[in-house]
């Protein structure tokens, strides 16, 4: 069985930071592409950011470029989403996803497993 727990998350000020981490277990983590959403009530869950099998490259959403960074540690089977000069529309519920595809994915049907979610609220 495949699990992912998701960590960090929490309150926040507009401007802040917050690292979001994703520890999973069940399946060789160098093996699996992973990706990181974000949902808020009523709306899809839409991609953040992915990282490739072996930290073979990443790719985000447009307008999160330059504030949000994707990274793992395949040594703790570990993935980070690094977030900074956060503001209020950040505010959701953040997920993260593991795919077996090589190729990295935006999808959130290409992703085969799924963390809890971890609340990020960002106040003013």
């Known amino acids: 069985q495949v699990l992912l727990v998701e960590s960090g998350g929490g309150l926040v000020q507009t401007g802040g930071s917050l690292r979001l981490s994703c520890a999973v277990s069940g399946r060789t983590f160098s093996n699996l592409a992973m990706g990181w959403f974000r949902q808020t009530p009523g709306k899809d869950r839409e991609f953040v950011a992915a990282i490739g099998r072996g930290d073979s490259g990443s790719y985000y959403a447009e307008s999160l470029k330059g504030r949000f960074t994707i990274s793992r540690d395949n040594a703790k089977n570990t993935v980070y989403l690094q977030m900074n000069s956060l503001k209020s529309e950040d505010t959701a519920v953040y997920y993260c996803?593991?795919?077996?595809?090589?190729?990295?994915?935006?999808?959130?049907?290409?992703?085969?497993?799924w963390g809890q979610g971890t609340q990020v609220t960002v106040s003013s």
């Open positions: 996803a593991a795919s077996t595809s090589v190729m990295i994915r935006t999808s959130r049907r290409s992703y085969d497993y």
